[in-house]
């Protein structure tokens, strides 16, 4: 998944470098001996960076010495603040993928200095078709809105940059989610063809999908005795999918074993189990829970949820 909702990170410039924020940390900062992953796990002010880093798997890319990398790195605070504006405890709440997401958002590959930026330039990220903003002012250096606070802590395999806020790509909506998602195709057709696609991705409201794979929606349309998505009329369409879909973003912790969730649909609520940690919603298995982007989160799910009363599947033949 490109996989595009919230949380926070680390980021490496390629072929660019930037200005400096204090002349006197540009040369020595006594780290040349040592890797970026290194050079994490020796800062303490860079623990929940470190511990971001891990938990997305990008610990050891950090440690690799065949490629270079410049890093944007929040301190502390920066993530300390962002966990507070998003009204979450901590990382654990953020699906490790949408985390590497917002983490690459940080990186581009190449050793960047401060003093090879200029003002205005933008600056490709890892995180594919996103780049940064870079400003300049005097020695004030500028990541999209977030101040460079220490520059040019070099290590063997690139940069450390120290910055005072988590980057945050480009809005990553719900329909970006789920279109970077091949196995979503499906639901990505429907969510069209339903003309639906302004209301999952606006940022003005936050929503949490289940969202049903392409294999469940196969074996929804056999049971309805259609071939295609838009043999179904629109409006019985429409009230399946906002059968799908709750207000708020919702957490798999946030659900509770034996909880009614109503749905957009209006007056109907999808059930939710749980046994020895398998989530199930209605009778559907969540098999990729906490996809998070900036207006929400999805959970991949193994069936399409029919609501009660709005199809009716065909008569089998005696």
């Known amino acids: 998944m490109k996989n595009k909702f919230l949380l926070l990170l680390f980021m490496v410039l390629s072929g660019f470098a930037f200005v400096s924020c204090d002349d006197d940390d540009d040369d020595d900062d006594g780290m040349d001996d040592t890797t970026i992953a290194s050079l994490l796990e020796e800062t303490d002010d860079l623990s929940i960076l470190l511990d ?23 301190d502390n605070d920066a993530f300390t603040a962002l966990l507070s504006d998003l009204g979450i405890s901590s990382l654990d709440d953020v699906g490790p993928d949408s985390l590497a997401d917002i983490l690459t958002y940080h990186v581009v590959s190449g050793s960047v200095l401060s003093t090879d930026l200029s003002d205005g330039m933008t600056v490709p990220t890892l995180l594919e078709g996103d780049s940064l903003m870079i400003g300049v002012s005097g020695t004030s250096v500028t990541v999209n809105d977030a101040n460079v606070t220490e520059a040019d802590i070099t290590a063997d395999n690139g940069v450390v940059h120290i910055i005072d806020a ?8 719900l329909v970006d989610a789920l279109s970077a998602d091949t196995s979503y195709s499906l639901l990505v057709e429907a969510v069209v063809a339903a003309d639906l696609v302004d209301a ?12 049903p794979n392409n294999d ?25 999918l906002l059968y799908h879909v709750v207000e708020g973003a919702v957490l798999s912790t946030d659900l509770e074993d034996g909880a009614e969730v109503p749905t957009l649909l209006e007056g109907q609520s999808v059930t939710v189990s749980i046994t ?16 998070v982007t900036d207006n929400g989160v999805i959970h991949g799910i193994n069936a399409v949820l029919v609501p009660e009363g709005v199809i009716t599947p065909p008569a089998t033949a005696n």
């Open 276 to 291: 020895d940690g398998t989530v199930m919603i209605n009778t559907s298995t969540v098999d990729n829970a906490d996809v």
């Open 216 to 240: 469940a929606f196969r074996a929804a349309l056999a049971v309805l005795g259609v071939t295609s998505i838009d043999e179904i009329p629109t409006e019985t369409l429409t009230q399946i």
């Open 166 to 173: 988590v980057l945050l790509p480009p809005p990553y909506t």
């Open 200 to 211: 999952l991705s606006s940022t003005e409201d936050t929503l949490t999908v289940f969202a």
């Open 52 to 74: 971001a880093v891990t938990r997305a798997g990008l610990l050891d890319d950090l440690d690799n010495t065949d490629n270079e990398f410049t890093v944007f790195a929040p």
